[in-house]
């Protein structure tokens, strides 16, 4: 593979360890992972997993949003037979995995020592309670890309302003223009440490020992993460592949004479 289609399948790798260790966003995962195994050609079986985990995955991770979501409704004394109607809709979990879901729910609601009602309530009512979890939700997606420096949380905030009907200047007292300028903020950061990272290593490739998979994993980072393109860092696949290729021969060449 070339260094490009070897950071993406690094990729694709990093997204099945945190469906594996559990995420509370397991179908973005899921769509991210294919994406990359896709892009270079290259299946589930390549990354050691199948259908059948990734199913698994996507279940946990959506039993974790549920404790987190009940948690969040016991801290906030929020009747629960509101919850029971909310989850069929943001889980999107389908038929095959309906009944056991719903279970688990019932089953944490005890757990949390929270009263189940008589499951009826107000459609506006029940509405606001929709839109306000939704804006919880797209708050914490917000903080987190400030503060992990991951544009996945931006797709992540996309998708639940349209799912949830969302207004950015009514609902989330912000802008566009705000929005764009957390983005760019994330994308200069990555830059620089992407930058900064090829530039020593070009500069210091004769004289570097340790392994190059340190620089190659920034590159990817600043990719997947900060949306920074190969482009943007001033260098092309081709000139990575061909630099990264240069440091191998010197590191060949001082073995060489170091057994000579």
């Given at each position: 593979m070339s260094t490009q289609d070897e950071l993406t399948f690094h990729a694709a790798q990093e997204y099945l360890k945190s469906l594996r260790h559990g995420t509370p966003h397991p179908v973005g995962s899921v769509q991210d992972l294919r994406s990359c195994l896709s892009s270079v050609g290259k299946t589930l079986d390549d990354l050691e997993t199948s259908e059948e985990e990734?199913?698994?995955?996507?279940?946990?991770?959506?039993?974790?949003?549920?404790?987190?979501?009940?948690?969040?409704?016991?801290?906030?004394?929020?009747?629960?037979?509101?919850?029971?109607?909310?989850?069929?809709?943001?889980?999107?979990?389908?038929?095959?995995?309906?009944?056991?879901?719903?279970?688990?729910?019932?089953?944490?609601?005890?757990?949390?020592?929270?009263?189940?009602?008589?499951?009826?309530?107000?459609?506006?009512?029940?509405?606001?309670?929709?839109?306000?979890?939704?804006?919880?939700?797209?708050?914490?997606?917000?903080?987190?890309?400030?503060?992990?420096?991951?544009?996945?949380?931006?797709?992540?905030?996309?998708?639940?302003l349209a799912e949830g009907e969302l207004s950015l200047e009514r609902d989330m007292r912000t802008t566009r223009a705000t929005i764009d300028g957390a983005l760019a903020r994330v994308r200069d950061h990555w830059e620089m440490i992407a930058r900064d990272a090829l530039t020593h290593f070009q500069s210091n490739i004769l004289t570097i020992t340790n392994s190059v998979d340190e620089y190659k994993k920034i590159v990817m980072m600043a990719q997947h993460q900060g949306g920074v393109s190969l482009a943007m860092l001033g260098t092309s696949a081709d000139r990575v592949e061909a630099l990264f290729k240069r440091f191998d021969l010197y590191q060949n060449l001082r073995a060489n004479a170091s057994n000579n």
């Open positions: 990734l199913e698994e995955c996507i279940l946990r991770g959506r039993k974790m949003a549920a404790v987190m979501f009940l948690e969040y409704v016991e801290r906030n004394q929020i009747d629960a037979d509101v919850i029971l109607h909310f989850f069929p809709v943001t889980l999107r979990h389908g038929t095959k995995h309906y009944k056991e879901v719903v279970k688990f729910l019932y089953e944490v609601a005890q757990e949390c020592r929270i009263t189940l009602g008589n499951f009826e309530l107000p459609s506006d009512a029940f509405n606001e309670f929709i839109r306000s979890c939704y804006r919880v939700i797209a708050f914490s997606n917000m903080n987190y890309l400030v503060e992990l420096k991951d544009i996945a949380w931006l797709r992540q905030f996309e998708v639940i």
